[in-house]
Structure formats: C-alpha cells, structure tokens
C-alpha cells in the first residue's frame, strides 16, 4: 500500500505503524456529498426499480416461490465472488441430501450463507442493525467452514490486508485500520447505521456497504458479510418486506468496476463513482427481479393450466418451483401419499414434459423440472 496514492484525506486518513506498514484509517460517516444531476437522476431511478420491486413482493400470490429462488442465487454469487464453484443446481440438488452426509466444502459455505440471511432477517424483529448483530452473523456465516479458523463471530485481533496471492503487509493493495484504531471505526459505523431521516435510504446503504469493506472487520468473509447488510438494511428501514434485492450478480459482473469505485473513495475520497456504480447495481437488479417474477409466475400458471386434470401433479408444482429437485421419496412427504401413488404422479408428470430422471439408475431415482429450472437459473 503506498501512501502517495491516498491523494485525498476527506474519505480517511493513512497512519504508519510501529511496525513499519502504512494503514488506512476511514473518516466517519457520513461525508459532505454534492447531488449534481446525474447523481439525482441515478439515485431517482434505483429508487422508483426498488419500489416496483418490493411492491411485487407485497402483491403476489405466494412470495415464497419468488424469495428462496433470490435467496439461493444470491448465496452462490456472493460465495462465487470469494471463490466457491457451486452452482444453483448444486445447492439445488445438495437440499436433497439426508442429515449426516457428507458436504463439499463450497456447498457448506452457500449454505451458512442462507443460514445467515435468514438468522438475520429473523433478528431483525427484536436487535437493530448493530455491531452486536455483525457478529452474529459473521459466527453464522464461517461456522464450519474454512473461514472457521478466522474466529467466527469475533473481530479481528490481528492486522489483515487485500492483495494478490502471495502479498504481505508491505506489498498489499490495501491495508485496513489497525487494531488501535478497529474499534473506533466500528462505533463511527455503528453510530451512522443508527442515523434514520438525515440522508436516502440508498444513499446511506451505499455509504454503509463502503465503510464497511473499508474497515475490513473480520479475517474473513467480509465481503460476503457486507453483502449481506445491503439486504438487511433496507428491510429494517422498511424499503423491503422480502429478501428481494441481491447486488451480487451485479458485483460478479463488473467486479472490477466495484474493487476500484471501493478503493477510489480511499485514494482520491470519490464518493461521487462509488454511489453511481451502486445506484446503477440497484436500479438493474430490481429492473431484472421484476422480468424473472413475472416469467416465474406466468411459467407457475401455465403448468398449473396444463396440469389441471391432476390435482396432485398440480399439487407438487409449487414444491417444484421451490426446489425442482425431488424423488420418490420427497414426493410421498410433499403430498403426503404413499410410495406407489407418488410414482404415478412421478411418471405423469414425465409424460407431461415436466419431469425428468436424471441419474440413469434404477434405484436412487432423482428427477428435475427442467423448464422451472431453466427459469431459476435464469439471468434475465
């Protein structure tokens, strides 16, 4: 990290340790901002995208089959940006494996993901967003996995930094705030994430996703933590009543452009290009979250009209869209039948074009809604 390109000391300051690295220190929160047209439009359009979107989520028939589809893609994007190969496909098909077998270690890592989101929605009724509920999350998000060793739910109590593999401290791209200065940073960032009515709800999410990166609390997960508070944030100030808006697709498709907005508000304080990568994050995932509910749903009806002579094959269609994984055995619990009768609805629904067996075995049998698949694995 070299300290001559932090040109601007209104986002932070750089401090030199006794132990001979420089450091980032981050300003508190907020920063004097200027909303130029451009801003305001932007800020504007994401805001009139998220409304449609969480108005969509207020409105439809069954929310439930709209959520866990976001829920699990935005698990394995934000995991894929941190490295894990899993698929939604693979989370898909790893809801199927029974208790006790064993899980690949990146479908371990989606998992805890969706465990944390949960964890933090349910939280959000009795604790605020607040550090105490960072923590938790974190201890939700590593328990087990590699990150394990990184003190699940527990600030970092030693100094960690961002680079290419194999960098140090004295030859990082970025080296947050020392240990002397973590807690600080935390209160500043708590303490805004308090503030209600002072500035857009965007506007200080954005701000807040920043600081956070900025501050880099933890030795790992980070990332994934962030992304998360995104959500968590605006259901707690009421902007969504469901877990709808995941910025991850986004983040993995202009990776680049998010690492170096991030780290231009540190080197040159420019708030401006970071709220603007943001806003246009949120404005196109909303924009795209309205086309997939409405291609989800119409697909929903369409099936539920072909199916209609079957009231159990229709039965199992919103199982389907819940997960369109299933077996013999699944079907019989869904509907609460037995074994020869789940079967006939197995193989209706495979004359229908609607399922398929995927294993090719004779015993062990998994089948797939390919066309609901396709649709949630879809990025409209």
Not at 24 to 36: C, K, R, S
């Amino acid at each position: 990290m070299d300290p001559a390109d932090y040109t601007h000391d209104d986002a932070g300051r750089v401090v030199q340790t006794p132990q001979g690295y420089a450091a980032f220190v981050p300003a508190p929160l907020p920063p004097e901002l200027v909303y130029d047209p451009v801003l305001v439009l932007a800020l504007s359009r994401a805001d009139a995208a998220l409304s449609e979107l969480a108005g969509l989520g207020r409105t439809l028939p069954n929310p439930h089959l709209l959520i866990q589809p976001y829920v699990r893609r935005e698990a394995v994007l934000s995991s894929r940006i941190e490295g894990t190969r899993a698929d939604v496909a693979d989370v898909l098909l790893d809801e199927l494996v029974e208790p006790g077998q064993a899980v690949e270690e990146d479908l371990r890592e989606v998992r805890n993901y969706i465990t944390a989101l949960e964890y933090g929605i349910e939280r959000l009724s009795e604790l605020p967003l607040s550090l105490r509920l960072v923590r938790e999350i974190h201890g939700k998000l590593l328990e087990g996995v590699r990150g394990n060793v990184a003190t699940p739910g527990e600030f970092r109590r030693s100094q960690n930094w961002i680079g290419a593999p194999g960098s140090t401290l004295a030859t990082a791209a970025y080296v947050p705030p020392p240990l002397e200065h973590l807690m600080d940073c935390l209160s500043d960032w708590e303490r805004f994430a308090h503030e209600r009515d002072t500035l857009p709800e965007l506007i200080q999410c954005a701000l807040l996703h920043e600081q956070f990166e900025a501050i880099h609390p933890f030795l790992d997960g980070n990332g994934r933590v962030g992304r998360l508070l995104i959500t968590l944030f605006l259901i707690e100030r009421g902007r969504l009543d469901q877990p709808l808006l995941y910025l991850s697709e986004y983040i993995e498709a202009h990776r680049q452009g998010y690492y170096d907005s991030l780290q231009r508000v540190r080197t040159h304080a420019d708030w401006r290009g970071w709220l603007m990568y943001f806003l246009e994050g949120v404005a196109v995932t909303a924009k795209k979250g309205v086309v997939q509910a409405g291609k989800l749903f119409a697909l929903r009806e369409e099936l539920r009209e072909k199916l209609r002579s079957k009231p159990r094959a229709v039965a199992l269609l919103d199982a389907l869209f819940d997960n369109p994984y299933v077996t013999a055995l699944r079907v019989q619990e869904l509907l609460e039948v037995s074994d020869p009768t789940a079967r006939q609805v197995i193989a209706y629904l495979e004359r229908e074009g609607v399922l398929i067996e995927k294993t090719g075995r004779s015993w062990g049998k998994v089948y797939v809604a390919i066309p609901i698949l396709a649709a949630l694995e879809a990025r409209s």
